[in-house]
């Protein structure tokens, strides 16, 4: 058994590269396994930059410096974002507000529909079963009400604290696009000489995450207001929420889009119920997760598309697990570190024992 171990340690380890590479991701592993709630703003501030570094990047080979650029830049995002969350914040909190209002007589209604299903269909449809089922989605409903109604309320007295959060942030961003370079060779300093492995991971990563975090972005405003769209057209009720859920869905690969399916079809059927209008939002919403799947996130994401899917499942649920939204978030991007790290590390035959 010995022999194994020290066969297999001197297969993957011989290289001190890859040793340093192991250590150094071990810590941050352990960094955002405790202290990931904590340095929240900081990964936001993180995913902010990789999104605004490109116009930077731009404004700079029009010969303006980095730190001009990087305010200019960062003004730009402010604004836009301060004029979205102004203009559809209070329409999503009202339709939300709206929504769980009424998603009691929607189970009621749903109720009354299912419970007939064991009276037309009883040799396929347990009535037991059937109320088991519709007391446990009632409460599970109803507790989602209950978290929009109290998140509507509460989101009032937390606007101090957002403030605080958005001046933070905001100022990490600023910084980390300011003093780029700086920050980057600080960073070296601390890393030991022998670093060609680390330094092949690292770029193959850096432009992994910029790409990922840019196609995200992109993606979340084609698939939202392409949604909107569609549901304002067809007049389904509460159009922009649903849109803006269905955006964000696109986050979490495949699980998102399974999980926005069931609000979007709950409201269509309490519209309209079994009626033609519901079959053609049921196929418009076909319609978009396919183009989204099939044509925009190969285009966006042409490398990491190259990860199975059972892979990216399994990256969402590990990752989500351990370090909850930011797992998620980023879990492409690490199973993509994961592959990488596999791909780079040196593999070299054990040398033999030399005799005693």
Same mark, same amino acid.
Request: net charge neutral; aromatic share 12%.
């Given at each position: 058994?010995?022999?194994?171990?020290k066969?297999?340690?001197?297969q993957?380890?011989?290289?001190p590269?890859a040793?340093?590479?192991f250590?150094?991701l071990?810590?941050?592993?352990?960094?955002m396994?405790?202290?990931?709630?904590?340095?929240?703003?900081?990964?936001?501030?993180?995913?902010?930059?990789?999104?605004?570094?490109?116009?930077?990047?731009?404004?700079?080979r029009l010969? !303006?410096?980095?730190?001009?650029?990087?305010? %200019?830049? =960062?003004? $730009?995002?402010a @604004? +836009?974002?301060?004029?979205? *969350?102004?203009?559809?914040v209070?329409?999503?909190?009202?339709q939300?507000?709206?929504?769980?209002r009424?998603?009691?007589?929607?189970?009621?209604?749903?109720?009354?529909?299912?419970?007939?299903?064991?009276?037309?269909?009883?040799e396929?449809?347990?009535?037991t079963?059937?109320?088991?089922?519709?007391?446990?989605?009632?409460?599970?409903?109803?507790g989602?009400?209950d978290?929009?109604?109290?998140?509507?309320?509460?989101? !009032?007295?937390n606007?101090?604290?957002?403030l %605080?959060y =958005?001046? $933070?942030?905001? @100022? +990490?961003?600023?910084?980390? *696009?300011?003093?780029?370079?700086l920050?980057l060779?600080?960073?070296?300093?601390?890393?030991?000489e022998?670093?060609e492995?680390?330094?092949?991971v690292w770029?193959?990563?850096?432009?992994?995450?910029a790409?990922?975090?840019?196609?995200k972005?992109?993606?979340i405003?084609?698939?939202?207001?392409?949604s909107?769209?569609?549901?304002?057209?067809?007049?389904?009720?509460?159009?922009?929420?649903?849109?803006?859920?269905?955006?964000?869905?696109?986050?979490?690969?495949?699980?998102?889009?399974?999980?926005?399916?069931?609000?979007?079809?709950?409201?269509? *059927?309490?519209?309209?119920?079994?009626?033609p209008p519901?079959?053609?939002?049921?196929?418009?919403?076909?319609?978009i997760?396919?183009?989204?799947?099939?044509?925009?996130?190969?285009v966006?994401?042409?490398?990491?598309?190259?990860?199975?899917?059972?892979?990216?499942?399994?990256?969402?649920?590990?990752?989500?697990?351990?370090?909850?939204?930011?797992?998620?978030?980023?879990?492409i991007?690490?199973?993509?570190?994961?592959?990488?790290?596999?791909?780079?590390?040196?593999r070299q035959?054990?040398?033999?024992?030399?005799?005693a």
């Amino acid at each position: 058994m010995l022999d194994v171990i020290k066969h297999w340690y001197r297969q993957r380890f011989s290289d001190p590269g890859a040793v340093v590479l192991f250590l150094l991701l071990l810590f941050g592993f352990v960094v955002m396994y405790f202290m990931g709630r904590i340095l929240t703003p900081f990964f936001a501030a993180i995913v902010i930059a990789y999104l605004l570094e490109w116009p930077v990047g731009r404004l700079r080979r029009l010969g !303006l410096g980095r730190g001009p650029a990087a305010g %200019v830049v =960062l003004l $730009l995002f402010a @604004v +836009l974002l301060v004029l979205s *969350l102004v203009s559809l914040v209070p329409s999503i909190l009202n339709q939300s507000t709206n929504l769980a209002r009424e998603i009691p007589t929607m189970i009621n209604r749903a109720q009354e529909v299912l419970l007939t299903l064991p009276e037309d269909y009883p040799e396929l449809v347990d009535v037991t079963l059937m109320q088991n089922l519709l007391t446990e989605l009632r409460g599970r409903l109803l507790g989602s009400a209950d978290a929009i109604l109290s998140v509507s309320i509460s989101s !009032l007295t937390n606007v101090a604290v957002m403030l %605080v959060y =958005l001046i $933070l942030v905001s @100022v +990490l961003v600023f910084f980390m *696009l300011k003093d780029k370079p700086l920050l980057l060779q600080s960073m070296n300093r601390f890393l030991p000489e022998n670093r060609e492995l680390i330094s092949r991971v690292w770029h193959e990563m850096n432009v992994q995450i910029a790409n990922y975090v840019r196609g995200k972005v992109i993606e979340i405003l084609i698939v939202g207001s392409v949604s909107y769209v569609t549901f304002a057209l067809l007049g389904l009720n509460y159009a922009l929420l649903l849109a803006v859920l269905v955006g964000f869905s696109v986050l979490i690969p495949y699980i998102g889009a399974a999980a926005a399916t069931v609000p979007v079809a709950m409201v269509g *059927l309490f519209q309209w119920g079994f009626t033609p209008p519901f079959f053609y939002l049921i196929v418009a919403y076909g319609i978009i997760q396919a183009l989204d799947g099939n044509v925009l996130v190969p285009v966006l994401f042409s490398e990491a598309v190259n990860l199975h899917p059972i892979a990216i499942i399994v990256a969402v649920l590990v990752f989500g697990g351990l370090w909850g939204f930011w797992g998620v978030f980023f879990a492409i991007p690490l199973a993509t570190l994961v592959k990488a790290v596999i791909n780079a590390w040196p593999r070299q035959n054990a040398l033999p024992d030399k005799p005693a």
